[in-house]
């Protein structure tokens, strides 16, 4: 099995920086996407905030293009996210998640992360 564990959420002004980091650990053959997802306050779903591909290639929710960038360190199993211009819409549980083989004959299942609190105040 993979496992995820999330750091580096907290408690920031709006206009403020944050950078979430994820590391995999485990059994671990291949990753393919990483991703971050975020489930605001009353909300019932996550709602996918960015993703990366084995490749690099990266794709953004619209609310965070141009604040948010999303990268990976392969050696290292860990994703991360830099946070900038955050502003109190962005406050929400962030979730680590990933696409991934634990062994070459199993399948690719989905993993996540237990969750990091992020809160911007006003």
């Known amino acids: 099995q993979v496992q995820l564990v999330e750091s580096g959420g907290g408690l920031v002004q709006a206009g403020g920086s944050l950078t979430l980091s994820c590391a995999a650990s485990?059994?671990?053959?291949?990753?393919?996407?990483m991703g971050w997802y975020r489930q605001a306050p009353g909300k019932q779903q996550r709602e996918l905030v960015a993703v990366i591909s084995s490749g690099s290639s990266t794709q953004y929710t619209d609310s965070v293009k141009g604040r948010f960038t999303i990268s990976r360190d392969n050696a290292k199993n860990t994703v991360y996210l830099q946070m900038n211009s955050l502003i109190p819409e962005d406050t929400a549980v962030y979730y680590c998640?990933?696409?991934?083989?634990?062994?070459?004959?199993?399948?690719?299942?989905?993993?996540w992360g237990q969750g990091t609190q992020v809160t911007v105040s006003s």
């Open positions: 998640n990933c696409n991934a083989q634990s062994r070459r004959w199993n399948p690719v299942s989905t993993y």
């Open positions: 485990g059994n671990i053959f291949r990753i393919n996407d």
